[in-house]
């Protein structure tokens, strides 16, 4: 496998990029009606799978195949957000704060489609 020595503007990026999903899906399952027996597992199985991502993202780990997940991920998480927060979807974020992560995470899409590329 080949692994790249990012930039380190990338790396803290993509690992505030994955610790924000982590903390982000975690939100969302625990927010909903479900049993709480069933919310914390699945809520901890979705953040510790994003957390594992983010610390590989600082440690400078990623392959080219990760890099490129970490892209689809920020860009679809960028997009959401943006549509939601430009269309004011009732959801428990604010409008500006939505439009505000919609903005981080299409930019670290973009550093991540970087880092990406460098590796070929």
Sequence with gaps: MSFKSAD???SVAACIGWTGVAVYSFW????????????IPIGLMLALAAG????????????????????????VMGVVFLIAGIFDWNVFLA????????????????LCAMAAKDLF
């Design 28 to 39: 969302i399952v625990w927010s909903t009606n479900m049993n709480w027996l069933l919310s």
């Design 8 to 10: 380190p503007a990338t």
């Design 95 to 110: 409008r500006w704060l939505l439009v505000l992560a919609g903005v981080i995470y299409v930019i670290t899409a973009v």
């Design 52 to 75: 594992g991502y983010a610390i590989e993202s600082l440690s400078q780990e990623l392959t080219v195949r990760r890099w490129a997940i970490s892209q689809l991920v920020f860009t």
